[in-house]
């Protein structure tokens, strides 16, 4: 399927990744390109097959509900690229 | 004592054991070699007081008779890595001076055998990338070049400065990893040794993620046994990594040597490419001949759904990095460009952040998973990589271990494959099929092209088994007698 500059609009949109309006043609260009290429994939029966997400035939292990680790905040903000009194700094979220 | 660089892994443990030379002196001759090839720009970070005080607290274990398996080996470090106080970047912007303030289980598994960091290797960013040039601190140059030419060819990717340094004797061995071919192919190019073990066999924590069900840590090496060598400490159980193996780790490096007599071999008819160099096609009849000639038995077999991973792989490694990469939004750590708003914020960071490929995945993860293209893209291709894993189940019935090229090329030039994108993924065509079914693969140099330039064979081997790899590993190194090394034009 053709990708146009309106889906990567969207796409740019809801991977919260900013590009600006010259360059939404190039990239609809590319991306497109990269889908029509993984397209072939239609080609393959896939009736009836259980899809892979893991290629490891174990559930998953459980552990005791227990606090492991923790008490760390000043660890914790060490790279934070801005911080006060022990908790990171934002932008305002509510309006 | 620059020889101390030229000494395998093994050699230069034996060495440091019967304190023929002190770890300090080992590290300080990687050192002195690493500063006089920053023209490889192999290195983003090196770390030489950090080196020269581990080496010194290995001699003292020396001394005192004791030491771990790897006391006092001068290793580099993929900076995918995260390393405790040691600046950790994926090769990325976005990371910025991020400073992990935790080891990964897989180099404190190393410093708790005794090993040396030297510093942090050269990546593509986030390891999305098979030539290195996608690196926020650009590309490392490959240590080989084409006889006759100085044009500067890519090292491979996203493991490049792990192989680089390597093959350039700046290190003795290196962590890596492979998602797609991360290793195997840097490995194939720079005439080094790699292996992606089994999926979970090395822990993923601490590893910066990119395509979770798909990463696995490995070593770069200079021979099958160093290789073993480090495997063996990378490997085994943490209950920090759901997805770990709780299978004990054998002795890998006492499968080096072993018979190989009666291993069955499988040879996939699929894997002869289109267009794939006749000198590729020669060696690997070449390694089926040495095989053989070692007592194997030769099988053809089928993976009929080959040509199907690499189109399978470009819509899972991307939508599991949409969903990784989400962690990217300038508030705990890394960059922030600030905006007016918080989404702003976000896209903004994002977009000064991430590089032209990260951002191109990023984007189709996010398109394949949105509402509408899921089943059509992201659940189909989980269907296809369930047939591609049948298609080895099927292989291994009848053979023990199959051979294949590496890769489809030998090393390219800097530059040449960047404006394709699908040109650059088809790299990894040998390669991916191995990531998608969460088997071990194996790279070993086997031979050189008519320019000159290495060129690698690979092993893959049914799960959990890469002690049959490094077995058929020890006898192809064996036959194959690879022994060039580039010239060093790059030493300051």
Redesign the interface.
Known sequence: MA?DAA??RK??R??????EEDRLEG?AA??S???A????????D?EG????????A?S??M?EDVVTDGG?AA??L?????SDRGF?V????VE | MSELTHLTLKDALAGLKQRRFSAVELAQAHLDAIAAARALNAYVLETPEQALAMAAASDARLKAGEGGRLEGAALGIKDLFCTEGVRSTAGSRILGNFTPPYESTVTAKLWRDGAVMLGKLNMDEFAMGSSNETSAFGPVVNPWRSRGSNRPLTPGGSSGGSAAAVAADLALAATATDTGGSIRQPASFTGTVGIKPTYGRCSRWGIVAFASSLDQAGPLAKTVEDAAILLRSMSGHDPKDSTSLPSAVPDYPSFVGKSVKGLRIGVPKEYRAEGMPPEIETLWSDGVAWLKDAGCEVVEVSLPHTKYALPAYYIIAPAEASSNLARYDGMRYGLRVDGPTLTDTYEATRAAGFGDEVRRRVMIGAYVLSAGYYDAYYLKALKVRRRIADDFSAAFETADALLTPTAPSAAFGLGENTADPIAMYLNDIFTVTVNLAGLPGLSLPAGLDAQGLPLGLQLIGRAEDEATLFQLGGALEKAAAFRAKPAPWWRA
């Open positions: 990708i889906t990567v796409v740019a809801l991977a919260r990744i900013r590009v990239l590319e991306l390109g990269i889908l290429w993984i397209e072939q994939l239609n080609e393959v896939t097959v259980a899809p892979m997400a893991s290629t490891e174990v998953l292990p552990r760390d660890v914790i060490a790279n934070a690229p801005k990171f934002v932008p305002k979220v």
